[in-house]
């Protein structure tokens, strides 16, 4: 295999000695002519290109079928960042990228849903299915869970090679498995892929001169969108707020800060340090959302939702209620390559304004309140209201 990277050859040293001895045993294959310690070069990265190229050469002369060698070194380079042992870290092929770019644009060619992945089952969960998008008009509901994606078992994959398959060209259609948990059964549905427009905030006026934003995701476009919001509630007479960042499972980094600032005076919003020490502030500037304030939570909220309800509660602008938040307190950063692919690696932890790393942890809220089992009653919006009364 051409342009093997040194990352590469050191990780096959660890991980495809298991491979060896599995290839080595049954149906009579001997290997006896390769001598796996030839090579002179005792540095890791020497042994693991002499292993590579010979398990190459074993593939190549007994494996039943062809193989895609471009397939086969793609694998090699997740295979490597698996081996890092993060779930947040991982390697995008060029087609994944460009998908991965489009999907944080804000327009999309697919079904019309978001979906969150636990990272202690793998199991992965509809968390919201937008109106009038194709997954809604198909009759996917949130809390799905995704069984299968054109009869191919998930099971165990990462929640973005999910949402990619479930991704394709207006007009295509795609076969989505859910085991619907409501009605105990498995449920096939037949969606149309269409173009996607997300609208990551929704708004209302409550009474009282309440008003509701609530924030799906933090991705590209949600800064103009949350600024309209805003706007919009001003003029018809808004004096307090109500953020919702339940099932919201994160974003970008620098769109959450560039919404704290809207709302939060001057002051560090987070901050950020790598294995070395080292790291970045985040600052608000004076101007500010001057009003009463309330952020609603879930379990769900994760990353980008939790700097957002860690800045108003270190800052004392606003009261935290609902459950525990996800806890995820790392940042992740995407280095795009030159042949068009990339890598994801977490390479800091943040903290919030007074110092609290919620990794693993979560954002502990101000009021616990679970949501209920009576879906036409949303409890944890009537305390949030009751609070700002």
């Known amino acids: 295999m051409k342009n093997k990277s040194k990352f590469v050859q050191g990780f096959l040293l660890g991980m495809l000695a298991m491979l060896a001895v599995v290839i080595g045993i049954g149906a009579g294959i001997y290997f006896s002519d390769i001598d796996w310690n030839a090579s002179q070069d005792t540095t890791a ?15 190549d002369v007994y494996y039943l079928e062809d193989t895609d060698k471009k397939k086969l ?6 295979g490597l960042f698996a081996g890092v042992g993060d779930p947040y870290s991982m390697y995008y092929t060029k087609e994944e990228f460009a998908e991965l770019q489009q999907s944080t644009s804000g327009k999309y060619n697919g079904i019309g849903a978001v979906i969150s992945q636990n990272m ?30 054109d009869d191919k078992d998930i099971s165990g994959k990462d929640v973005d090679k999910v949402e990619s398959l479930m991704k394709g060209e207006k007009g295509t259609k795609v076969k989505v ?20 427009k997300l609208p990551t905030v929704a708004y209302r006026m409550l009474d009282k001169k309440i008003g509701y934003v609530q924030i799906t995701e933090f991705d590209d476009i949600t800064v103009e969108q949350f600024t309209k919001a805003i706007a919009g509630l001003k003029k018809r007479g808004m004096k307090k707020v109500i953020f919702d960042v339940r099932d919201n499972p994160g974003g970008t980094y620098s769109v959450v800060c560039k919404i704290l600032d809207e709302i939060l005076p001057e002051g560090t919003l987070v901050y950020t340090k790598n294995k070395y020490g080292q790291g970045e502030e985040e ?14 939570q879930n379990e769900h909220s994760a990353s980008a939702s939790e700097i957002f309800a860690g800045a108003i509660q270190d800052f004392g602008a606003g009261k935290i209620v609902g459950t525990q938040s996800f806890g995820k307190g790392i940042v992740q950063q995407i280095v795009p390559l030159t042949d068009g692919s990339a890598i994801k690696l977490t390479t800091e932890k943040y903290y919030t304004p007074n110092g609290k790393n919620i990794h693993g942890k979560g954002i502990t809220p101000d009021v616990k309140v679970e949501a209920g089992t009576d879906s036409r009653k949303d409890i944890q919006l009537e305390q949030a209201i009751n609070i700002l009364k």
């Open 45 to 59: 990265t020497g042994r693991a290109e002499k292993k590579l190229e010979a398990l190459e050469k074993i593939i």
């Open 73 to 78: 070194e793609e694998s090699l380079y997740k």
């Open 177 to 196: 498995t859910v085991y619907r948990q409501s009605e105990k059964k498995y449920v096939d549905l037949m969606i149309t892929r269409d173009e996607v």
């Open 283 to 296: 600052k608000s500037d004076s101007a500010c959302l001057n009003m009463p304030m309330v952020v609603l």
């Open 120 to 149: 202690k089952t793998g199991i992965i969960t509809i968390s919201k299915v937008y109106k009038d998008a194709p997954a809604d008009k198909a009759g996917m509901k949130a809390q799905d869970i995704i069984y299968k994606v």
